[in-house]
């Protein structure tokens, strides 16, 4: 594999590896009970001790950030999930039936892509009700616009390719064609880009997070974490800028991996 | 015996795949004498591409030479600097690529593209360029130079395209030029008149010419010289004449065969040992047997089809009153270039366009408006063979997959049954069994057509429509394919609506033919009536448009 041998993939990979480990198994990696506060060792900065410090309640923040890792990835995960299924249903049955059906469904995506995606997910945040869950179908749906023109647009590719009208001429019914010849063939970019959409994903959540209408403290999410530290930015800059580098690491790495996913090297 | 004008010694030349390099062209040597036209014919994979990229150095990134020498005019080639060798490449050496649907710049028009050679090459000024772009474009017979030069790649067509690029090469007054296929992309009477346009220019300027090609009756028509390639290696040369008449290689022999233009008549079926008919693949035929219903004579009746589609600023009539039979167990051919409304009328007949006027029956039943399940089980006695065996065939799929799906979707038989007439299939149409688990990536394009083939015959059908089965395939595999389709014709009592724009291919399996152009019938007939006492102007065009006329007139 030549992409083992570039060491920003292999850098993303690493990242990536220790992120799942902190979703599955949190406490192989945290250092400290992300809840426990000790008031005497309030607002230390990052030591062999504490790597990132401690924040006014006494509580270790690297182990916060380790336990976070679960709310916010599955949140982002679940808003790729919702984007795919509801973007990819959209784009299958609008490029499928073309026509009038799609030119109506498509417009309707275009009003949805034109509003910004946050102030999507605020509306569905608002209704639905604060927490992880909200925030992941917001997000979603939010970002299913995009996937139903990705869908849409490699639909409309191969329902025109010679094997699926030779498919039909084989006697092959409808729900046959589409998910023996279109989708199989039609997933691969889509694939692509909810690899991409993660990382737009985590930061869409980090971001809903950070304004609270995440899970209820102490819940440890990234973005809380860094909106948690904002009080304290003049003198212990770290409480907000640690959890904010730890986003910006990861979305890079699951942008660099996710490149590659599509092709790219 | 004059100066040689290129001199090729020994030359090798290796290509890597996955980290393995492996030579596919053994050391050749040729010689091109100033002002004479040597084709260097060959089958896909023969290396006679590979040749014509190393004599200029532009093989692709995994490709380079090992050994040889490439001499032209007191250099060699194979040591020139890049800086050196630039410039001889379009002033000295021209190139006449293969495809010229992507060899021109689509963002700049056709006229500035020759300019800009000849401002490269020339240094000739801005206004001067284009002025002589004009006169070129004149030369290669381009009507409307003023205006074909201010257009862009994409408003030309074909052969127009084609004829720029013979324009650019031959722009800078070149000694010698190089012609890759340069009529392979094309319909065979565009192809002639290309071809012609060549001769001209080579007669003009005394310019010689290497004519790559798969095509040995173009070859036959066109070179003073024929080189023969065969995985590697030269395998024969010398004058064209002696090389078609008296083939001294076992493999030029079977090339000379195999053209389609340097032969007459159709191909008989070759009975092959008579198995017994215990096989499930005789059992789906035999069941069809028992379910003809009626004694038509003609299994497929197209009668007065109109098809017309709407096009910016008015409507074009692609077929118009078109009305043809095919024949029980027999060839009809529906023979016209591009735009001909040929391929219309056959997917009018395949039932995947719906006609705009007109009726068709099959087996005297009438199926214009069968529509849902009553077209679907259609299906079972109508099939169709695409021109893009590249096309047809779903990339993820294997084989076995691909030749078993018609028994899927009408459920026919178990797993196991359909494996083995998967198999038997596959042997029928001469592909290793071995090939099953493969996908369409990993097979060559005869490969691929088989497995068409064999798919469509998975059905038993009584009727197949055969869209340009052969013409996305080499000579030599178009004929193995050709005798395929009459041995399966002459084995399962098949009937064929066959369509193709090349005669020389037609008059091959033909029983009947039809003649369109512009979307009518101009004439139809016997095969043997339409071919030797033609009635229409456009009928004689087309057969004297298939090449090896020439060479066999003599």
Not at chain 2, 134 to 158: C, F, K, M, N, W
Request: hydrophobic share 45%; net charge neutral; charged share 20%.
């Amino acid at each position: 594999m030549r992409l083992l041998r570039q060491p920003g993939f292999v850098l993303s990979l690493i990242v990536l590896a220790v992120v799942a480990t902190a979703i599955v198994a949190p406490s192989l990696l945290a250092t400290h009970d992300p809840f426990a506060s000790v008031p005497k060792e309030r607002l230390l900065p990052p030591s062999a001790e504490h790597f990132f410090g401690t924040d006014n309640l006494g509580r270790d923040v690297y182990s916060r950030v380790v336990h976070g890792a679960a709310l916010s990835i599955v949140s982002a995960a679940l808003a790729v999930l919702v984007g795919v299924v509801v973007g990819g249903l959209v784009g299958l049955t609008s490029g499928f039936l073309g026509g009038p059906v799609d030119f109506a469904v498509m417009r309707v995506v275009d009003v949805l892509v034109a509003i910004p995606g946050i102030l999507l997910a605020l509306i569905v945040v608002a209704s639905l009700g604060f927490g992880p869950i909200s925030i992941g179908l917001g997000v979603g749906l939010g970002a299913a616009g995009s996937f139903a023109r990705v869908m849409r647009s490699q639909v409309i590719k191969v329902r025109g390719a010679e094997y699926v009208e030779a498919a039909r001429t084989l006697g092959a019914r409808m729900p046959a064609v589409i998910f023996r010849h279109v989708l199989p063939n039609a997933a691969r970019p889509v694939i692509a880009f909810a690899a991409l959409e993660l990382g737009t994903a985590i930061l869409g959540v980090s971001a809903l997070t950070f304004l609270g209408f995440g899970a209820p403290p102490p819940a440890p999410e990234w973005g809380a974490l860094s909106s948690a530290g904002r009080d304290f930015i003049a003198a212990q800059p770290w409480l907000s800028i640690i959890p904010g580098l730890v986003i910006l690491v990861v979305v890079l790495a699951v942008n660099r991996v996710a490149r590659a996913i599509g092709g790219e090297r | 015996m004059s100066e040689a004008l290129l001199t090729v010694e020994g030359l090798r030349v290796e290509y890597s795949t996955r980290g393995r390099w492996s030579e596919v062209v053994h050391g050749i040597s040729f010689d091109v004498q100033p002002g004479k036209v040597v084709a260097l014919v060959g089958e896909s994979g023969s290396g006679k591409s590979t040749v014509s990229q190393a004599l200029i150095r532009r093989l692709p990134e995994n490709g380079r030479i090992t050994a040889g020498a490439i001499r032209f005019a007191g250099n060699d080639l194979v040591k020139l600097p890049e800086r050196a060798l630039r410039k001889l490449r379009g002033a000295q050496i021209g190139f006449v690529p293969q495809d010229p649907g992507s060899s021109l710049n689509p963002l700049m028009r056709v006229g500035e593209q020759i300019a800009e050679t000849l401002r490269i090459h020339k240094r000739m000024p801005r206004a001067t360029a284009s002025a002589r772009a004009i006169e070129i474009l004149d030369e290669v017979g381009i009507p409307q130079p003023a205006l074909r030069a201010t257009q862009y790649p994409h408003e030309l067509s074909g052969g127009l395209r084609q004829r720029a690029l013979i324009g650019i090469a031959w722009a800078c007054g070149p000694q010698f030029v190089i012609a890759d296929e340069p009529t392979s992309a094309l319909d065979v009477t565009v192809q002639r008149h290309v071809l012609d346009q060549l001769d001209d220019l080579v007669e003009q300027h005394g310019t010689a010419v290497l004519l790559i090609t798969h095509d040995l009756a173009v070859a036959a028509d066109r070179a003073d010289e024929i080189i023969v390639m065969y995985r590697g290696e030269i395998v024969e040369r010398g004058v064209t004449a002696d090389v078609l008449n008296a083939p001294t290689h076992e493999y030029t022999r079977r090339l000379v065969a195999a053209a389609p233009g340097l032969r007459e008549g159709r191909l008989a079926p070759q009975v092959r040992e008579s198995r017994s008919d215990e096989g499930a693949l005789f059992s789906t035929f035999r069941e069809r047997a028992a379910a003809a219903r009626t004694d038509a004579d003609s299994i497929l009746d197209v009668r007065g089809i109109s098809k017309s589609y709407g096009v910016r600023g008015g409507s074009f009539l692609a077929a118009e009153d078109v009305s043809f039979a095919v024949p029980r167990g027999r060839t009809l051919s529906i023979v016209g270039e591009s735009g001909s409304g040929k391929t219309t009328s056959a997917r009018i007949a395949a039932r995947l366009v719906q006609p705009d006027a007109g009726t068709i029956l099959l087996d005297g039943e009438d199926i214009t408006r069968a529509g849902g399940e009553a077209l679907r089980q259609l299906r079972r006695r109508m099939q169709v063979v695409y021109q893009n065996p590249f096309g047809s065939l779903d990339p993820r799929m294997t084989v076995e997959r691909i030749v078993a799906e018609p028994l899927r979707s009408f459920r026919i038989g178990d797993r196991r049954s359909q494996a083995a007439l998967v198999r038997e299939l596959l042997e029928r149409v001469q592909l290793s069994p071995d090939l099953a688990v493969r996908r369409p990536g990993e097979l060559s394009g005869g490969q691929r057509q088989r497995v068409a083939i064999a798919r469509a015959l998975a059905l038993g059908p009584d009727l197949m429509i055969l869209d340009e089965p052969v013409s996305a395939l080499d000579v030599a595999v178009q004929e193995q394919i050709l005798q395929l389709l009459v041995d399966l014709q002459a084995e399962f009592r098949l009937s064929y609506l066959f369509i193709s724009h090349d005669l020389g291919v037609v008059r091959q399996i033909s029983d009947r033919i039809v003649v369109m152009q512009k979307g009518r019938v101009v004439e139809s007939g016997e095969a043997a009536d339409v071919l030797e006492r033609p009635s229409n102007d456009y009928t004689r065009e087309l057969i004297d448009a298939i090449p090896g006329r020439i060479a066999t007139a003599d």
